[in-house]
């Protein structure tokens, strides 16, 4: 199998072959998602599918009841908030982030640890 990856590609994808060529077998262009996908389903740590809008619906559940950095925009806009807050939590969990600070919880909350506080509260996926 021949992986052809880009961060857009997880949505509808019509690769543009090379001349001379009319279909492609063997080939996957995928995205970040389809790639952990791959990755979990190669490692037998396969999770059920959720799909983005199941995401942003039960997350933003849950930042409707909480009061943090985000309020404001999620006021104006709750679903393109959450879909935003949720691509950040992903961006941050794919570079290592595991809600641990390391050191004693500060007296003044910071973002990151309001998005632990968003993220023990939603389910995986």
């Not at 309001?114 to 993220?119: E, L, T």
Request: aromatic share 10%.
């Amino acid at each position: 199998m021949r992986f052809h990856f880009d961060l857009q590609f997880d949505g509808r994808v019509w690769p543009l072959l090379p001349p001379g060529r009319r279909a492609s077998f063997g080939e996957a262009w995928i995205g970040p998602e389809r790639l952990i996908e791959w990755i979990e389903l190669w490692t037998g740590h396969v999770t059920p599918p959720r799909s983005t809008a199941e995401r942003i619906a039960e997350t933003s559940v849950r930042l409707a009841r909480l009061d943090g950095f985000f309020r404001a925009s999620f006021e104006v806009e709750p679903l393109e908030t959450t879909r935003r807050l949720i691509a950040v939590r992903d961006e941050l969990v794919a570079a290592g982030f595991d809600g641990a600070t390391g050191s004693a919880e500060p007296e003044e909350p910071t973002i990151l640890g309001q998005w632990r506080a968003i993220d023990a509260q939603v389910s995986p996926g």
